[in-house]
Nanobody, 116 residues
């Protein structure tokens, strides 16, 4: 079992920055993909970014490339999403996800609202 707790969301003006955190606890995460997704009102949950726990491989959705950075702190078992140059279209609930084969865990989400 893996527990994920997101934090760091809030209200920010367009062009501003936020850093989201995802604190993970439970079983070893060495085999997991750690991902951020987001869901805007009335829309599907979309992939944002991924990092592999063991090798630091990263990848991003085209819509956030060059603006968002995913990283992790192994000692703190925490994954971060640094979001810069925020746009109104980045407004959504952001979810942390841990995935390893058939095991898939979600956090409760944190709201990010970007005002234009």
């Amino acid at each position: 079992q893996v527990k994920l707790v997101e934090s760091g969301g809030g209200l920010v003006q367009a062009g501003g920055s936020l850093r989201l955190s995802c604190a993970a606890s439970g079983r070893s995460l060495s085999m997991y993909l750690m991902r951020w997704f987001r869901q805007a009102p009335g829309k599907e949950r979309d992939f944002v970014a991924v990092i592999t726990w063991s090798r630091n491989y990263t990848n991003y959705a085209d819509s956030v490339k060059g603006r968002f950075t995913i990283s992790k702190d192994n000692a703190e078992n925490t994954v971060y999403l640094q979001m810069n140059s925020l746009k109104s279209e980045d407004t959504a609930v952001y979810y942390c996800n841990a995935n390893a084969g058939g095991a898939n865990y979600w956090g409760q989400g944190t709201q990010v609202t970007v005002s234009s």
